[in-house]
């Protein structure tokens, strides 16, 4: 897979802010995967972005895929304690799918 | 329905032995793969396969040896154990292969190696 960079690496937020996180990568991506892992969990998938431009939304969640497909972002609405956990882009080149060092979220209550 | 089982959930090491990382999926999924977990490196992927008698490496295969004998298995072999390979190592499947991007995840086997 293309090599993937995601940033901020940590961010503390107060209960109610919201959360952005942002992928980059300096080549085009075909596609683009979010991954939430709990704390002491196992990663779980939560979309795969495919087209240009393309916005999808899943409660408080939203993700981008930028229109020249070289970045993406998970931005949450009024985070809960729930949220907490560290959010994971992937892409893949072939059968190789491969991450970024992910985003570890805390939120204060 | 179990998903992505791994054994053992906990494993410590001395330095030269060798183990297997057991990972078996009910899915019948054809695409499987092992990534490590490292603090502040996300997830690194060490081998894949994309159905039964086919293996390939990812980014970091070195020191590991895998097999596909069966759909439902995929284990990880280490063969002399060192302590840059204490991490947490994950399988995972995918009913589509990586082109589908969605990967069904096991809970995880802790490593330790001293």
């Known amino acids: 897979g293309q090599q993937v960079m995601q940033i901020p690496q940590y961010q503390h937020v107060q209960e109610g802010e919201d959360f952005t996180t942002y992928c980059n990568s300096s080549t085009t991506l075909s596609n683009i995967q979010w991954y939430k892992q709990r704390p002491g969990g196992h990663p779980v998938f939560l979309i795969q972005?495919?087209?240009?431009?393309e916005v999808k939304k899943q409660k408080r969640l939203t993700f981008q895929f930028g229109e020249a497909k070289k970045n993406s972002s998970l931005h949450i609405t009024a985070t809960q304690t729930t949220d907490v956990g560290t959010y994971f882009c992937s892409n893949n080149a072939g059968n190789m799918l491969t991450f970024g060092g992910g985003t570890r979220l805390m939120v204060k209550p | 329905n179990a998903g992505v089982t791994q054994t053992p959930k906990f494993q410590v090491l001395k330095t030269g032995q060798s183990m297997t990382l057991q990972c078996a999926q009910d899915m019948n999924h054809e695409y499987m793969s092992w990534y490590r977990q490292d603090p502040g490196m996300g997830l690194r992927l060490i081998h894949y396969?994309?159905?039964?008698?086919?293996?390939d490496q990812g980014e970091v295969p070195n020191g590991y040896n895998v097999s596909r004998s069966t759909t439902e298995d995929f284990p990880l072999r280490l063969l002399s154990a060192a302590p840059s390979q204490t991490s947490v190592y994950f399988c995972?499947?995918?009913?589509?292969?990586?082109?589908?991007?969605?990967?069904?995840f096991g809970e995880g086997s802790r490593l330790t190696v001293l």
């Open positions: 972005l495919v087209k240009s431009g």
């Open positions: 995972a499947s995918s009913p589509q292969g990586a082109a589908a991007g969605e990967l069904f």
């Open positions: 396969s994309v159905g039964a008698g086919i293996t």
